[in-house]
């Protein structure tokens, strides 16, 4: 069967599932679709276990034909960030600059290191032997919030302003710097070429600020384009072109594309938007782009769920598996604890922002796709075959999910809470 052939059916099949919660269950629906694609390989995987019938290794093969890597990180991404950038409002990103600078920076390099040191000592504990490179490794990948899973999850659920805003603006921007830690970490342990300090302001440079200066071009060009022509159809399809060749060619001049996409989004969204679409085109900007993000977001979170097919567990995974939950949120509080000493020092914030940027905090398919690009073969285990990328790949897995099931459905109270907080200090005198 053709990757297109299975996509199709694949959407079709997220589009059931989100039918049927709709109907029956209520839930937001990528946590739907995610839920449902993992009762579904998880029923595979018993049913090819227990011989009741052979479906796991058709699954498996069918699923890694469509390369989730590429599928996400070469395909969709840029059309999900360019419409979470369309829903940034630019006064709110303003208002809350150095504290989005400070999560997407100095939150993801605590976390990294924390993650990396903690795991390290964990692995040595209970003998296995996991370099410490590794261990970093998989902090860089897992520390920053993936903005696909907040923009699908949290942003619906009407969060307070400053809250949201650092909770989106964070997710959006912190990929640039995650990729650099990322990439840096990969150099220095797959790589044949000592990574040195030049090299990697560099690479930050080319990919986080080439990334923000493109996409500001970019949002100019199409922004000029857009506002010459009073064509309702050719005014959206022109914003199409942003997140295909415009997201395409930032990968051939190396920078980066989701930052690019981010920025073009925002200036779209907000310049745009009032200056240049037409009024028929301007009521009809976010219905088209939601129906976008909804449809892609379906595909997205079904192979997410999908993707348990890929892998073969052992009793070290299920170990490691368990420990990187509770570790990765340790690190996430930690992180978002120590910023807000900072940020205190200078505002008054809701008193149950830590404890919501802490647990809405989640991981997505970004984190997944990271972990599918390292190497295959550097065996941990031997006897067992348990390789790096084994390792990485399932305590990946294991927070990604535990972050959409359980995280995405149960920060609705706390976001509850922290409304009534607001409310409470508005009708209260200073």
């Known amino acids: 069967m053709s990757i297109y052939y299975t ?25 739907a679709i995610t839920a449902g694609a993992m009762i579904l390989s998880l029923l595979i995987l018993i049913a090819g276990q ?27 991404l840029g059309f999900l960030l360019f419409a979470g950038g369309l829903g940034i409002q630019l006064p709110h990103l303003k208002d809350q600059k150095w504290e989005i600078t400070v999560l997407a920076l100095g939150a993801t390099l605590i976390s990294t290191f924390f993650i990396g040191v903690v795991l390290y000592g964990f692995c040595q504990l ?7 490179v590794y261990c970093l490794l998989f902090g860089a990948l897992i520390s920053p919030t993936d903005p696909i899973a907040v923009l699908a999850i949290v942003k619906k659920l009407d969060a307070p302003e400053r809250i ?46 080439g990334g923000i200066a493109y996409g500001f071009v970019l949002g100019l060009i199409f922004h000029y384009l857009i506002s010459s022509t009073n064509d309702h159809s050719m005014e959206l399809l022109l914003t199409i072109g942003i997140p295909t060749a415009g997201y395409v060619f930032a990968d051939v001049i190396h920078v980066s594309g989701p930052l690019a996409m981010v920025v073009s989004g925002i200036m779209i969204g907000n310049w745009t938007r009032y200056v240049g679409f037409s009024k028929e085109s301007e009521e009809h900007l976010d219905k088209f782009w939601e129906l976008v993000d909804e449809f892609l977001n379906g595909i997205l979170f079904l192979l997410i769920g999908l993707s348990m097919l890929l892998f073969k567990f052992h009793q070290e995974d299920w170990i490691l ?22 940020f205190q020092r200078f505002r ?35 006897d067992k075959g348990i390789d790096v990328k084994e390792i990485i790949l399932v305590m990946t897995y294991s927070v ?19 409304k009534l907080v607001e409310k409470e200090s508005a009708a209260s005198p200073d």
């Open 7 to 31: 996509l199709c059916f694949l959407s079709a099949a997220a589009m059931f599932i989100a039918f049927v919660n709709s109907k029956i269950g209520k839930m937001q629906s990528t946590i």
């Open 321 to 342: 598996m368990a420990f990187a939950i509770p570790l990765v949120l340790s690190a996430r509080y930690l992180s978002v604890f120590i910023s807000y000493l900072g």
């Open 126 to 132: 209970i003998g296995i032997q996991f370099e410490f």
């Open 348 to 382: 008054r914030y809701n008193s149950w922002s830590v404890k919501i940027l802490t647990w809405g905090g989640l991981r997505g398919g970004l984190a997944l796709a990271m972990a599918l690009s390292i190497p295959s073969g550097i065996l941990v285990i031997p």
């Open 400 to 418: 990604v999910m535990f972050s959409i099931l359980i995280q995405g459905s149960t920060i609705t109270p706390m976001i509850e809470k922290a």
């Open 164 to 209: 949201s805003t650092q909770i989106e603006g964070e997710s959006l921007f912190n990929d640039g710097f995650g990729l650099v830690i990322f990439v840096t970490l990969f150099t220095i342990a797959f790589g044949t070429n000592t990574p040195t300090f030049s090299s990697v302001a560099f690479l930050f440079f080319q990919e986080a600020i």
């Open 50 to 76: 227990n011989n009741w019938f052979q479906l796991t290794e058709l699954s498996a093969s069918t699923i890694a034909s469509i390369n989730f890597e590429n599928f996400l990180l070469k395909g969709i």
